[in-house]
Antibody, heavy 120, light 108 residues
Framework: QVTLRESGPALVKPTQTLTLTCTFS??????????VSWIRQSPGKALEWLAR???????YYTTSLKTRLTISKDTSKNQVVLIMTNMDPVDTGTYYC????????????WGQGTLVTVSS | DIQMTQSPSSLSASVGDRVTITCRAS??????LAWYQQKPGKAPKLLLY???RLESGVPSRFSGSGSGTDYTLTISSLQSEDFATYYC??????????FGQGTRLEIK
């Protein structure tokens, strides 16, 4: 079955760089149409789409955070990494990764999320 | 960015009620719309995509419709497990994927 799990630090200081890893199973990122997306949610707030990486290594970023985000994949390890630089307290929230289909944009399986707090 | 405005922001209803949630885009999105359900402390769950296509395993009481800028999610007969927060998501532009602000569906 398909599973995804996010991992990374629970606490980062302002201006630091956040590195999150999505480890997945049940599908391969070398299969056509397969993608992994990152979405976050500030406490009590709405969802915010961040980035996506596709099976063919195409990468997409939300315009507002493009300069701070880097997404990459390690197909052999079934992992996707999201790096966010210059963290700020407003970046505090739960970060999710999700399997996504490139043709339909369906995000059908999600990880449980990882809470990241930005505080000095 | 394409802005998504959901209404209402919260809604009280009873088991068995028919409920409709609306999502309006700031520009036409050509049915590039998904609906998600989220329960407290849980990840979102995909309900519908392409505005009206039901995700596998989702009960048929959930349906979606709309075109252009205006879309609706309808739950034909509310069940107790449906009380949650619902989000629409537009994916018309890959670099501007946005969610609505959410509709909290509560028990009356």
């Amino acid at each position: 079955q398909v599973t995804l799990r996010e991992s990374g630090p629970a606490l980062v200081k302002p201006t630091q760089t956040l590195t999150l890893t999505c480890t997945f199973s049940g599908f391969s990122l070398s299969t056509s149409e397969m993608c992994v997306s990152w979405i976050r949610q500030s406490p009590g707030k709405a969802l915010e789409w961040l980035a996506r990486i596709d099976w063919d290594d195409d990468k997409y970023y939300t315009t507002s955070l493009k300069t701070r985000l880097t997404i990459s994949k390690d197909t052999s390890k079934n992992q996707v990494v999201l790096i966010m630089t210059n963290m700020d307290p407003v970046d505090t929230g739960t970060y999710y990764c999700a399997r996504t289909y490139s043709s339909t944009f369906r995000s059908d399986f999600w990880g449980q999320g990882t809470l990241v707090t930005v505080s000095s | 960015d394409i802005q998504m405005t959901q209404s209402p922001s919260s809604l009280s209803a009873s088991v068995g009620d028919r409920v409709t949630i609306t999502c309006r885009a700031s520009q036409g999105i050509s049915n590039s719309l998904a609906w998600y359900q989220q329960k407290p402390g849980k990840a979102p769950k995909l309900l519908l995509y392409a505005a009206s296509r039901l995700e596998s395993g989702v009960p048929s009481r959930f349906s979606g419709s709309g075109s252009g800028t205006d879309y609706t999610l309808t739950i034909s007969s509310l069940q107790s497990e449906d009380f949650a927060t619902y989000y629409c998501q537009q994916y018309y532009s890959i670099v501007s994927i946005t969610f609505g602000q959410g509709t909290r569906l509560e028990i009356k």
